[in-house]
C-alpha cells in the first residue's frame, strides 16, 4: 500500500485550468464538460454537518482508494459514475496533476436524487438514541431488549436528507422519498443500497471489520439508469469496527471518524459552525485509523 500521507495535507483544492463548480463537505467538483466532471477528494474532515478546521493528512486518498476498490467490484449491484476519460486530458499540467492524481476521480455528470440512501446493520449513533426512546428506528420498529452495538435481525433503510455545507442531515421516512423521487425509483434506491451493503458487509467481515451502517448517494442518467455516485463504504460514509474488539452493549472502537465525535463529544461545543481545532493526537489517531481501514479492506 502506498504511504498515503506522504504529501502535504490539502484542505482545498484550486485547479487553474478548470472551474470549480462545487464546494462540499470534503469534495470540490470541477466542470471538465457538458458530460464529465473532476471530483478532487480534500483531507477536510466534517463531524455532525461541521467541516473542522484542520485536515487529516492523506484522509482524501484513503477514501479514494477505497470507493475506487468497491466500485470495481459492485458493478454487478448498480453502475457507478466513474468515466473512461482520461485525467492528463482534464488536468494537461503534469504538476498540477501530480497533487490531485491520487486522490481524485473523472466522472460522469449524472442529476443526484437528493436523499442519503442510509443502511443500518448495528444499532448505533442516532439509531441507538430513537430506539432508547421509541423501540423504533426512523419509524422502524425492531424487536424488544436490544443492546448498544447489537446486530439487527436484517439490515434496514433509513433514508435522510441530503444537506449542503453547513447545514444537517435530516431522518426522513420512506414516504418522503416515495413522494420526492416516485414510488419506483424510491424502491430501487432502498433494494440497491440494501444489496450493496450485504456485498460489502460479507467481504468486510472476512477480513476483520464489522461495517455497522453506511451511506450511499445515488443519481440518474438520461435513460434513467439508477447509478451509484459520490463515495462508497469508506470511513467517512461508514461506521467499521475491528471484529477482534466487537462487544455489544458498549460503543466499539472504529476505523472512522468516530474517533473524532468522541473527543468532540467532550467538548463545550453546540456542533455548529465554525467547528473546533483538533489536537494533534486526535489528528494522527484519526489519519492512522483510516489507514488501517485501507489496509485491511484491500490487503
Known sequence: MPNTAASPPMHESNLRGLTRTHQGKVRDIY??????????????????????????????RVLTSISNFWFARTGHIVPNHLAAYPLERA?????????????????????????????????????????????????????????????????I?????????????????????????????????????????EFAAAHALERGIIIADTKFEFGVDEAGTLTLIDEALTPDSSRFWPVDTYSP??????????????????????????????????????SERYQEALRRLTA
Open 31 to 60: 466542470a471538465i464538460d457538458d458530460t464529465h466532471m473532476l471530483i478532487v477528494t480534500t483531507d477536510r474532515l466534517s463531524a455532525f454537518d461541521v467541516v473542522l478546521p484542520d485536515p487529516i493528512p492523506g484522509k482524501g
Open 91 to 155: 488536468v494537461p499540467d503534469a504538476a498540477e496533476r501530480a497533487t490531485i492524481a491520487d486522490r481524485c476521480m473523472v466522472v460522469r455528470r449524472l442529476k443526484a436524487l437528493p436523499v442519503e440512501a442510509v443502511v443500518r446493520g448495528y444499532l448505533i449513533g442516532s439509531g441507538w438514541k430513537d430506539y432508547e426512546s421509541t423501540g423504533k428506528v426512523c419509524g422502524i420498529a425492531l424487536p424488544s431488549g436490544l443492546r448498544m452495538a447489537d446486530r439487527l435481525p436484517s439490515p
Open 157 to 197: 433503510f433509513t433514508p435522510s436528507t441530503k444537506a449542503e455545507r453547513g447545514h444537517h442531515d435530516e431522518n426522513v421516512g420512506f414516504a418522503e422519498i416515495e413522494a420526492a423521487i416516485g414510488p419506483a425509483l424510491a424502491a430501487r434506491v432502498r433494494d440497491t443500497a440494501i444489496a450493496l451493503y
Open 249 to 286: 452493549g458498549t460503543s466499539p472502537p472504529s476505523f472512522d471518524k468516530q474517533f473524532v465525535r468522541d473527543y468532540l463529544e467532550t467538548l463545550d461545543w453546540d456542533k455548529t459552525p465554525p467547528g473546533p481545532p483538533l489536537p494533534a493526537e486526535v489528528i494522527r489517531g484519526t
